[in-house]
């Protein structure tokens, strides 16, 4: 079956323009996180959704940055006045129900700020 | 607050050879211990994964060993393969923390040499 997936692929905007990132999860995976992957480091979370609502934004660096998810599905990551520290590569997980560890990535979106 | 530290940061193997990476964490709450493997430009995918009730989980080549008294797991890899350098990250989730939400360590660049 279809995994995680992610568009665009790579996206490159320039310093304090708005950008959506969009995330499709597995069929049928009620949780989603994201993710935030700097280069040479490991992953950090960001935001996890359980169907609709945000259950915690806690990895949020801050306000320019915003997620929804507004059918249980698809999840749409939201920055605004893109800064060039925000360059990095996002990632998208999705598992069956946050009662259950395992989760699937999608291959991610690169962002470049220029 | 780093809370998952992996080490080393890159390793050289040649094929055949055992690759062994070690991961230390700090939250007693962790209770669920995966490694991921990442090659580049992808996202990261599901290696095996550990929980503190077993010492020690083999799937194929690849075995994950865990001390839960030194708060320590590590991940090896028998017969190491050209095939096999990558990325690789320990992580640990806990239930209630976030929808078991994944914490990272920083990554291991493993090459194996034909």
């Known amino acids: 079956g279809a995994g995680v997936s992610q568009t665009p692929s790579n996206k490159v905007t320039e310093k304090g323009k708005y950008v959506e990132l969009r995330c499709d999860p597995i069929?049928?995976?009620?949780?989603l996180y994201w993710y935030r992957q700097s280069l040479g480091q490991g992953p950090e979370f960001l935001i996890y959704f359980q169907g609709t609502g945000a259950a915690d934004d806690s990895g949020l660096p801050n306000d320019r940055f915003f997620a929804v998810r507004p059918e249980g599905s698809v999840s749409t990551l939201k920055i605004q006045r893109t800064e060039r520290g925000d360059s990095a590569v996002y990632l998208c997980a999705s598992s069956l129900t946050s009662g259950l560890n395992e989760q699937f990535f999608g291959p991610g979106t690169r962002l470049t700020v220029l | 607050q780093q809370q998952v530290k992996q080490s080393p940061q890159s390793l050289i193997v040649q094929k055949g050879g055992i690759s062994i990476i070690n991961c230390a964490y700090e939250?007693?709450?962790?209770?669920?211990f995966p490694w991921y493997q990442q090659f580049p430009g992808k996202g990261p995918a599901l290696l095996i994964a550990?929980?503190?009730?077993?010492s020690e989980k083999k799937e194929g080549r690849f075995t994950i060993s865990f001390n839960k008294s030194a708060k320590q797991f590590s991940l090896h890899i028998m017969d190491s393969q050209p095939g096999d350098s990558a990325t690789y990250f320990c992580a640990a989730s806990g239930q209630g923390n976030a929808g078991n939400m994944l914490t990272f360590g920083g990554g291991t660049r493993l090459m194996v040499k034909p």
């Open positions: 550990i929980r503190p009730d077993v």
């Open positions: 069929s049928g995976h009620t949780a």
């Open positions: 939250n007693t709450a962790f209770d669920y």
